[in-house]
């Protein structure tokens, strides 16, 4: 199943995406219909809410509607499936091998012999969606980088989860745009500030159920910038996979319902470009994850 956020007539809603139509999941009788501002019910809600019977309900829901019901997508305004993150982003940093290898050529602050996942955690007040712009941060960087990444969603409260246990804390999967600015990165020698400038989580277009897929996840995985391609790999090549990674997390953290991991990005960012090659405005950026779809934003 596919859900969105989007903006219809001016309100948000979560919704499923079948067939490029929308169907809110208050118009199909899953969610009372809040008109009243800061009572609707976002994603995060749906996502505390879901089990079998909830998922159920909506499958149901859809097979009985007509399908002419659904709102044309092309008459919605997708947003990010989670808007407003309520934690900072968990990512995953060199977790694809060549894409460590390019990065440690660019700057001798990426090179680490460490076996240890690399942690570490992305400021969002706010995710925009696909089409939204990427702010350049002119008057703080001019080495704008992207990086295609697998968001995984955690679905339930996750506290000490074995590895063969954490598929079952998944929700689900969406692409996501590592956005990055180098100098302020490598400067700081640490990344939470340059990773964290406003406008640098774009995610979207939608969020996929881990039902539609095999688990772990072996997908396609590629960014182009203006028509350009760029990064191009599969999900199966992480050197610390999704069920090491919610163990090792939730060994001593919460992870609760709703959290996002960007899982890491492969090769072929601008900054192991020979020479390296960074965004600029009016740069357009897309980012592909297989059977999820495309993250489209313009760097002004």
Not at 229 to 248: A, F, K, V
Request: with cysteine; hydrophobic share 40%; glycine share 8%.
């Amino acid at each position: 199943m596919k859900l969105i956020t989007c903006e219809i007539a001016s309100k948000e809603c979560v919704a499923v995406l079948s067939e490029a139509r929308v169907f809110p999941l208050t118009t199909i009788g899953i969610l009372p219909d809040y008109d009243l501002p800061g009572h609707g019910f976002s994603m995060t809600d749906v996502i505390r809410m879901w089990d079998g019977d909830f998922a159920k309900r909506i499958s149901d829901a859809m097979a009985s509607a007509d399908a002419d019901a659904g709102i044309p997508l092309s008459d919605v305004k997708l947003l990010s499936p989670i808007p407003r993150p309520e934690q900072d982003i968990i990512c995953l940093g060199l977790n694809y091998s060549e894409h460590a290898v390019e990065a440690k050529e660019f700057n001798s602050t990426f090179e680490t012999e460490k076996a240890a996942a690399v942690y570490f955690s992305k400021r969002a007040t706010y995710s925009q969606g696909t089409d939204a712009p990427i702010p350049a941060h002119v008057n703080l960087t001019e080495q704008l980088d992207y990086e295609v990444e697998l968001a995984v969603i955690i679905g339930k409260d996750a506290y000490n989860v074995s590895e063969e246990d954490a598929e079952n804390y998944i929700f689900g999967y969406s692409v996501f745009n590592d956005v990055s600015a180098r100098e302020v990165q490598t400067g700081h020698k640490q990344w939470y500030f340059g990773k964290s400038l406003d406008g640098f989580s774009p995610m979207g277009p939608c969020i996929v159920t881990r039902d539609e897929f095999a688990y772990p996840p072996a997908l396609k995985i590629k960014s182009f910038v203006n028509g350009e391609p760029r990064q191009d790999s599969t999900t199966d090549h992480l050197i610390h996979n999704i069920s090491e990674i919610i163990s090792e997390l939730s060994s001593g953290m919460l992870l609760k319902a709703g959290t996002i991991i960007a899982t890491g990005t492969p090769a072929g960012v601008g900054m192991g470009m020979n020479p390296p090659t960074f965004l600029k405005p009016g740069d357009e950026v897309v980012c592909y994850v297989e059977g999820i779809g495309e993250l489209k934003n313009t760097i002004e």
